[in-house]
């Protein structure tokens, strides 16, 4: 969910800040005040196609940033792009864009540099912007059957699947090395004998590896340690005036205190524990002295050991753990190579049984796809009967893929076909809809999948999606916006009363003119400000009270 967005120097917004909110949000304003260039400051910091054209006249850098809740999915993406991610759901990202007129860019996560890749990875988990020119959702290979997936609730089917073929790639990569192996077999093994030999003849271990260096720094200042520890000794009893001395004379004098005045016992006491603490000291002291003599033959033994560690690490692996372990994967795959047409034979079988399992997996899920594919057109063309469609036929039409390697996706692709008036053949839609044609499309798709239950909680854009429509119909679409945002956080930019009537929240665009240059701005409308706002889009610049009456009428229907 987008919680917070700040715009600097796009277009003719000069300074802005918005808090957002839950539910549904519309924006409106007169033609040219700015509404669209909100739907361009989330797609920039979504990760969209940036233009210098974007900044604004004058200025040295365009940004924009935006404040988003992170799920476990966001967290993926970051952890896979080497960046820091939220702890937990309940703590914000921060994405930022900037341009410059020379039209570079640069992206940021949580003030970290990152591409522009990620952040567009990261754009399609939080935001999907449906309007008149972004058919890029419902065109992507993966939506349709992402959407089916929600629709027919298949989650534990689809993870299956993806676990099963995960686990079908592992055993035939393993299957192929091996079968790599035994091409070469005579100088694998040879390799491996000699690889073994040379790890085995140094014999590391992981004791060794944190106590030398230390054994060896002790012996590189022998002198220092003794120096030392003799004069700490020195300090604390044996020299004159040592430390051991004075507080027996203040325990001393501190015991006649107590005598003449029995409250100063407890000092006395101190005095006592603070000589007991001073002969530990000593004791450590005079064991430090004596722990340790040059020893030049010792320290030239360690010296030989560690530089034959750090040769066999930078050949094999960065620890002596790592080394250990490499030494038997290197012996497993010596003695599977003893006996490769056993090993061989084995793994076939691996790989086989995993490949089973995945066509098992997979059939389960296709099964379920194929029983719900027909189901969710039909769901989605009663949607759009609504939605002043009519007479459009829209059909989520699957084609089974071969089961010869593990898609983690299942085994068919889906593409939504449409045909916008009856006779007409039916193509892809983003072929063949019309920009007012596809936002309602994308509405009503999105309404039957999320009316399932399983909302992704992204940010959904709609930018103009009332075009071509108004009356009965822009209440419909109005409705099913709002059903939308009880699952989704929706931003609509509208034209029509009807809709901006039903929104949780009212952001107004307006315009006007600073020292001889436009500037846009957005403000959230209140109760008052809501019905002028309403009745300006039911009757125009000139308001009677009839559209304001009107305006009333449509809130209270609202609520």
Known sequence: MLRRLTVKNLAIVE??????????????????????????????????????????????????AAEFDADSGVRAILSEAGLPAPASASDRLLLRRELTPDGRGRAFVEDEAASVRTLAKLGERLVAIHGQSSEQELADPAAPLELLDAFAKTDSERSAVEDAAAAWKEAQERLDALEE????????????????????????????????????ERLL??????????????????AEGAAADRLGEAARAFGTLAAIDPSLGAHKEEAEDLKRRIADLAAAARDAAESVDGDPARLTAIETRLEQLARLKRKYGPSASELLARLSDMKEERAELSHVEEALDRR??????????????????????????????????????????????????????????????????????????????????????????????????????SGRGRGRGRTLVFDEVDAGIGGRVAEVVGRKLRALADSEQVLCVTHVPQIAALARTHLRAEKREIGGRTVASVRRLDARERVAEIARMLAGETIPETAMKHARTLLEAAR
Do not use: C, W
């Open 221 to 238: 200042h022998a002198d220092r340690i003794r120096s030392a520890g003799e004069a700490a000794l020195a300090a604390l009893t044996e």
């Open 181 to 216: 192996s035994r091409r070469q077999r005579g100088e694998k093994l040879e390799m491996l004998d000699f690889q073994i030999r040379e790890i085995e003849s140094v014999g590391p271990t992981e004791a060794e590896e944190s106590a030398l260096p230390v054994e060896r």
């Open 15 to 64: 300074d802005l800040e918005l808090e957002l909110a839950e539910g549904l949000t519309v924006v409106t304003g007169e033609t040219g005040a700015g509404k669209s260039i909100l739907v361009d400051a989330v797609s920039l910091v979504a990760g969209g196609r940036g233009s210098a054209d974007f900044i604004r006249e004058g200025a040295a850098r365009l940004s924009v």
């Open 348 to 449: 076939r079988r691996e790989a086989e049984k995993s490949a089973e399992a995945y066509r098992k997996a997979a059939a389960a899920l296709s099964r379920k796809r194929e029983a719900a594919a027909t189901k969710f057109s039909a769901a989605v063309e009663k949607e759009l009967r609504g939605l002043a469609l009519e007479k459009a036929k829209l059909r989520l039409a699957l084609e089974t893929l071969p089961d010869d390697r593990p898609r983690p996706g299942g085994l068919e692709t889906g593409a939504f076909l449409f045909a916008p008036n009856p006779g007409e053949t039916e193509k892809p839609l983003e072929k063949i809809a019309s920009g007012g044609e596809l936002s309602r499309l994308q509405l009503a798709i999105r309404s039957v999948a």
